[in-house]
């Protein structure tokens, strides 16, 4: 059975809204100062929507992004209470 070009069109904005929804989860990670927990938390909230809107895609969800996730979260994170390991590099001729 072939798809009918609304049914394409429809998963590409779903889609759309996919990437736009990881991409902001990613950058909140990388730059809020987040703890593991509300990173995990996020992340959580993050895949309960993208089942909702694509319900057939645990495996490709598990395959794409959940070790994306894991890995800013381990990159990024901060744990409770610990203390910051991210470096900040300056960009270059910028001023102290």
Excluded at 22 to 44: H, K, P, Y
Excluded at 46 to 68: C, H, K, M, N, S
């Amino acid at each position: 059975m072939t798809a009918s070009p609304e049914e394409l069109a429809d998963e590409a904005r779903r889609m759309r809204k996919v990437r736009h929804i990881v991409d902001i989860a990613t950058n909140l990670i990388m730059q809020s100062n987040m703890t593991r927990q509300d990173a995990e938390f996020l992340v959580g909230g993050v895949r309960q929507w993208i089942l909702t809107v694509f319900p057939d895609g645990e495996q490709a969800y598990e395959i794409i992004y959940a070790p994306r996730f894991r890995r800013l979260i381990d990159e990024f994170a901060l744990a409770s209470g610990g203390p910051d390991r991210r470096v900040v590099i300056p960009f270059p001729g910028g001023r102290s």
